[in-house]
């Protein structure tokens, strides 16, 4: 073999050599099908706390206006109770006894005679010491998705299961704790929540009753369509001494 056809050769042996290696290198860089890839995560649905659609209960009192708006739907006989018990619709005894009380308003003039910082404050107790009650109890309504998860939750104090009466606490904070165990009828607004937070912190003594009464001077119900209450007068400042 010559020179030229030795160059001839290996001129026609290289391409050939070379189409062959491309072309077995896509076969080795492709791996066999990928197996199945795991579903997404699946997000569990975020459920929402129920939304309060009741009337409006508007506190006024001798530190400003607590504003709570009811759970009608998850706890009606709490609502009607409370409703009831402060328009005067609802018929009630004094916890000392006597006759029974008719078209009488019951929570106007009342204290929050129990605060506590950092957990709540508790009104509606005609006797003022924890001990009163209207005449009457009412059984619990305890909804599964309504907890204690958000500062402000309005609820029934009581002494026990099913002992509901006219006691009352709003929450400073989120307690879990509580779940099951109160039944909640309201939710009340950030600024009543923080209200709430400033009437906890007055001077008490070691039952935890302000020193200085905080009055439930006025409740209103607001139903929807209709205006809220003016604002109550400031107390007029003391003239300073000179």
Not at 70 to 78: E, R, S
Not at 105 to 115: I, K, N, S
Request: proline residues 10%.
């Amino acid at each position: 073999m010559n020179c030229r056809t030795l160059r001839r050769t290996l001129s026609l042996a290289v391409p050939v050599a070379l189409y062959a290696a491309l072309a077995a290198v896509p076969a080795l860089a492709q791996s066999a099908p990928p197996a199945d890839l795991p579903d997404a995560p699946t997000v569990a649905a975020v459920k929402s706390d129920p939304v309060p659609t009741g009337p409006t209960i508007v506190i006024d009192t001798t530190m400003g206006r607590l504003t709570c708006k009811t759970f009608d739907k998850q706890a009606p006989n709490a609502v009607a109770n409370f409703i009831g018990l402060a328009e005067g619709t609802r018929d009630w005894t004094a916890t000392s006894g006597g006759p029974k009380q008719h078209g009488k308003r019951f929570f106007d003039g009342l204290t929050f005679h129990r605060v506590i910082p950092g957990f709540m404050i508790q009104g509606g107790d005609p006797v003022g010491d924890g001990t009163g009650d209207p005449g009457y109890f009412f059984d619990d309504e305890i909804t599964p998705g309504l907890k204690f998860s958000v500062a402000g939750r309005l609820a029934m104090a009581n002494s026990g299961p099913n002992t509901n009466g006219s006691q009352f606490f709003i929450a400073e904070d989120a307690f879990a704790e509580l779940d099951g165990k109160y039944t909640i009828f309201g939710q009340c607004d950030a600024h009543s929540t923080l209200l709430a937070a400033s009437i906890a912190r007055v001077d008490r003594n070691s039952n935890d009753k302000p020193t200085t009464p905080v009055v439930i001077e006025r409740v209103t119900i607001v139903r929807d369509g209709q205006p809220m209450p003016p604002l109550p007068a400031l107390p007029p400042v003391a003239a300073s001494q000179k």
